[in-house]
């Protein structure tokens, strides 16, 4: 059975920077890809970034040149490094792991102060 537990979430200055991360209880190796989505208050949920087991990665045009997703495999941990945060970017984000079947973790706060 998977788990994915985030962690990282939080109040900052619009500017600042904030690092998501995401721990399952089974090995990476496993899911063809992971991502982080966020949902802001009355929106549809949305891709912000993703990584596939042959290494490419994606990013929303909105978080291009300031988020970065990163895995640790050694620990079953991804990683989402969130630099210049404006407010637009505040939302719950959750980290998504996939392979046949779809698992999400429970969501975390992120809320950017202007």
């Known amino acids: 059975q998977v788990q994915l537990v985030e962690s990282g979430g939080g109040l900052v200055q619009a500017g600042g920077s904030l690092r998501l991360s995401c721990a399952a209880s089974?090995?990476?190796?496993?899911?063809?890809?992971v991502g982080w989505y966020r949902q802001a208050p009355g929106k549809q949920r949305e891709l912000v970034a993703e990584t596939t087991r042959s290494g490419i990665t994606n990013y929303a045009d909105s978080v291009k040149g300031r988020f970065t997703i990163s895995r640790d495999n050694a620990k079953n941990t991804v990683y989402l490094q969130m630099n210049s945060l404006k407010p637009e970017d505040t939302a719950v984000y959750y980290c998504?792991?996939?392979?046949?079947?779809?698992?999400w973790g429970q969501g975390t706060q992120v809320t950017v102060s202007s």
């Open positions: 998504h792991f996939g392979l046949r079947a779809d698992y």
């Open positions: 089974v090995s990476l190796s496993r899911f063809n890809a």
